[in-house]
């Protein structure tokens, strides 16, 4: 099985969008050759249904809301959250409307983002099949950051450099470790795990020491341990007690992967700082949202320009071998092909 065409495991919940992009003017999303149309309706649900009118095979998201229902741009037709056809405009009396459905898409709405499921519908039916939780999305003790990414390249591309810890020098200003050393590798059916030792640039623990965020004068290298994460299909990671990141997948084709990187910033240390009354700490929060946008925006740029430059290596010499010393990837592709025997 060549690990550069495998498909994703269905049977998982998979992000397709941040919650402040639907509003009640559909959009398109896409996932894994799936045309999908998003809305919310006027109580701020949203719905997510088949990017398709069964009319002429146009895309919804043309179209607009209107009275709940999802109306095509070509010719008025209308569709239900069932996806069901509810009303024509030139129907005529003695016509009935079409039993045509277009296809209904499980989703759910969490920790800031919209979560989508393609797979087997009878998992849905036990109460711990979720997606993932992100504790940090809400809690007042951390600061957090959105990075897109869309890059030309199949989705394993992504997550070998996301677990490969040896790439840091690629950075330059805007790595926030270095002397990564790998020290522990655990496997499961679900999960890759892999410890490295590593020196952090950046100690959260004092009120000043926030302003080592824009300032590099105030950095000082220290021990602290990586921790690196991949749960199928997503990844997180910790490098000390300051600093979490998640990335949350968006496989789109074999040769497109998007994805969205949070950073999170923890507070814990300022013990006062809890002590401060919520609506204060919240605007603490919402102030500092975005504080490490440069450095997560710029490591995403280089990184892609890496990621494109493999593909395009696959592409154009597959048979040229590759050599890999770390043992975390070899885990990493094992994990990814066992996931897909999983669904087969």
């Known amino acids: 099985m060549d690990i550069r065409t495998c498909n994703i495991n269905l049977n998982h919940w998979y992000v397709v969008a941040q919650s402040t992009e639907v509003t009640t ?60 056809c509810s009303y024509i405009p030139y129907l005529s009396d003695n016509q009935g409307l079409p039993q045509c459905k277009i296809n209904v898409y499980p989703l759910e709405e969490s920790d800031g983002f919209i979560w989508i499921f393609l797979g087997n519908k009878q998992l849905l039916e036990s109460p711990t099949f979720k997606p993932i939780r992100i504790p940090e999305w809400e809690h007042l003790n951390y600061i957090g950051t959105v990075s897109f990414i869309d890059c030309q390249a199949h989705f394993s591309f992504l997550i070998e450099n996301l677990m490969d810890m040896y ?36 100690k959260i623990d004092k009120i000043w020491s926030i302003f080592q965020l824009f300032f590099p004068q105030f950095r000082s290298l220290h021990f602290q341990p990586l921790m690196v994460s991949y749960c199928y299909p997503h990844w997180q990671s910790t490098l000390g007690e300051y600093f979490t990141l998640y990335c949350l997948f968006c496989p789109i084709s074999l040769t497109h992967t998007k994805a969205y990187l949070i950073h999170f910033t923890s507070l814990n240390a300022f013990w006062r700082l809890h002590k401060l009354p919520r609506w204060f700490r919240q605007f603490i929060k919402d102030k500092l949202w ?26 154009e010499g597959r048979q040229k071998p590759t050599y890999e010393i ?8 094992k994990m990814i092909k066992t996931q897909v025997k999983q669904q087969e």
């Open 25 to 84: 003017k559909p959009i398109e999303v896409r996932l894994w050759y799936h045309s999908i149309v998003l809305y919310r309706d006027s109580q701020g649900k949203i719905h997510g249904l088949e990017n398709r009118c069964p009319h002429r095979q146009v895309k919804l998201s043309e179209g607009k809301v209107v009275e709940n229902n999802l109306e095509c741009a070509y010719h008025g037709w209308r569709f239900d959250r069932q996806g069901m």
């Open 290 to 315: 975005g504080t490490a946008q440069r450095m997560l925006d710029g490591l995403v740029r280089q990184d892609i320009i890496m990621i494109e430059q493999e593909q395009q290596a696959y592409i």
């Open 326 to 333: 770390n043992p975390i990837i070899p885990a990493v592709k």
């Open 167 to 202: 790439h840091g020098h690629l950075h330059n200003d805007y790595q926030a470790w270095t002397e990564a050393k790998l020290k522990e590798l655990t496997t499961t059916e679900e999960a890759v795990k892999g410890v490295y030792d590593a020196k952090s640039y950046y």
